[in-house]
């Protein structure tokens, strides 16, 4: 393990080792200079990433209330389960049964099958905006799997799989995303800002980070009342340069709640690189700084995901109290629909990424064990695109916000009030009758004025 941060640089951390030694500044001063880190692959560059530290089996599983202190290797190498060979080895293997593999295969396939659909949606005109997930399903649907229904899950935009697992409907998560009068939000957010609240999983939220706080605060509720929930959250590696990572991580050092914290460290925060999130050499080694253990986890291995997890939740169910978890993956895609990675990333970068492709790992790993077979892969594929297709065109049906048959705006009014001050209600009396002057054939309000039972 001595050698990992080197080994590992290319990932993250590569600048400081750069950096002269004292000895030499002292013989040959230099001007002192701003160090600014770069990425380690720009346009035009021949991408290469060292293989990963660890392999399966190197690191052991120790008990769940262990010491942090005794996390230390978990925290700068990496949990691994899945070999090259697709086989399953070490002790973090969580011995699932070929059902429940085949479950988070489907599940990590529905939302690929989601991805490329939404993403020819956004380029048609039919979708405002959208932020791929390719590549990082395993963050999503292993991470999520673990968790009791009791548990209360705050996710990233990244992560539509969780979602999936937590039983949203694909013609809701739509409905939502085009913002049609049956989006369970009222069209309050951005495409693909979920908010499920029978799966306890609470809105997705835009500016970046506020999750985090607000899981450990839930948390700390968890434990006010004596209940055995957990509440997790998932952050990006560049969110973890928010305030509110620290604000959040320092409560729960202080007051050790149930909660499960995640950084998702795909490597790039729109174009910036994770190198220049943090100087040092993983995300889960902060959780040292502040005395919790960090767990740092290959994250396009479902099986490791999955067992770090179950590890982090019970050690919070037996009042072990939080866990910093970082899920090391590759954003494939661009960040958004408005956003071009050429500018700033070599086009093939992802080719190289030695974490390959979360789905089609458990497939190989599936294969191997006779539990599946390229042929029911196919089919399955082709089976799930139809379901999207279908519940796509179902959720169209019933308008979108192009079309105007969405919300009425006098629905901004409802849901935080019981009685509505008097200068709301004014508010809304004025909107009412300016906005009537508009119709007919306004298609952005075309519920104004009218009766706002019937537009919801
Ligand atoms: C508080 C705040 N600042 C900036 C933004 C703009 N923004 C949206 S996503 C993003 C990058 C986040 O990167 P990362 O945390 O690594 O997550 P990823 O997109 O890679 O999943 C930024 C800067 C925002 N939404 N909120
Ligand atoms: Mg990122």
Redesign the pocket.
């Known amino acids: 393990m001595d050698g990992c941060m080197t080994n590992y640089s290319p990932l993250v951390g590569t600048a400081r080792s750069s950096l002269r030694s004292a000895e030499t500044d002292l013989k040959d001063p230099l001007p002192l200079v701003l160090h600014v880190p770069t990425a380690p692959h720009r346009p035009g560059d021949s991408p290469r990433f060292e293989p990963f530290p660890d392999q399966p089996g190197d690191l052991p599983k120790p008990d769940t209330l262990s010491p942090f202190d005794l996390l230390h290797n978990h925290a700068i190498g990496m949990i691994r389960v899945l070999g090259a060979d697709g086989a399953a080895a070490g002790p973090w293997d969580p011995q699932l049964s070929p059902q429940q593999l085949r479950s988070g295969l489907e599940m990590m396939m529905r939302a690929r099958c989601l991805d490329v659909r939404m993403i020819g949606m956004q380029r048609q005109g039919r979708l405002s905006f959208y932020?791929s997930s390719k590549g990082?399903e395993a963050v999503a649907v292993a991470g999520a799997m673990p968790y009791s229904t009791r548990d209360i899950l705050f996710p990233?935009?990244?992560q539509p799989g969780t979602l999936l697992v937590r039983g949203m409907p694909l013609l809701a998560m739509m409905c939502h995303s085009i913002s049609n009068r049956h989006d369970n939000v009222k069209g309050r957010q951005m495409p693909l800002h979920y908010s499920w609240k029978a799966g306890n999983v609470v809105s997705i939220s835009?500016?970046?980070?506020?999750q985090l706080p607000q899981a450990v605060g839930a948390a700390m509720a968890f434990a006010c009342r004596g209940e055995r929930s957990v509440a997790a959250a998932w952050?990006?590696?560049?969110?973890?340069s928010?305030g509110d990572f620290h604000h959040a991580i320092n409560f729960a050092s202080v007051f050790l709640p149930p909660c499960i914290l995640h950084v998702?460290?795909?490597q790039?925060?729109?174009s910036?690189h994770?190198q220049q999130?943090t100087g040092g050499t993983a995300f889960a080694l902060r959780a040292e700084a502040y005395s919790l253990p960090g767990l740092r986890v290959d994250g396009n291995d479902f099986l490791a995901v999955f067992a770090v997890e179950q590890w982090a939740i019970e050690r919070a169910r037996r009042g072990g109290g939080p866990t910093l978890i970082e899920l090391v993956t590759y954003?494939r895609e661009a960040?958004?629909t408005s956003d071009d990675p050429t500018q700033y990333r070599p086009a093939d970068e992802g080719n190289g990424w030695p974490g390959g492709d979360p789905i089609d790992r458990l497939k190989i790993h599936l294969i191997q064990r006779g539990e599946w077979s390229e042929e029911a892969h196919q089919s399955l594929d082709a089976a799930l695109d139809q379901e999207v297709v279908a519940s796509l065109a179902h959720a169209e049906s019933f308008g979108s916000l192009a079309s105007g048959l969405g919300h009425s705006p006098s629905t901004m009014f409802d849901d935080v009030y019981t009685n509505l001050p008097d200068h709301l209600r004014n508010q809304l009396r004025e909107m009412q009758i300016e906005t009537a002057k508009d119709e007919p054939g306004n298609s952005i309000l075309p519920f104004v004025g009218k009766d706002r039972r019937a537009a919801g």
Do not use: F, K
């Open positions: 932020l990082e990233s935009y990244r835009s500016p970046v980070g506020t952050i990006g590696d560049g969110t973890s928010q998702v460290n795909n790039w925060a729109i910036t994770c999130a954003r960040h958004s």
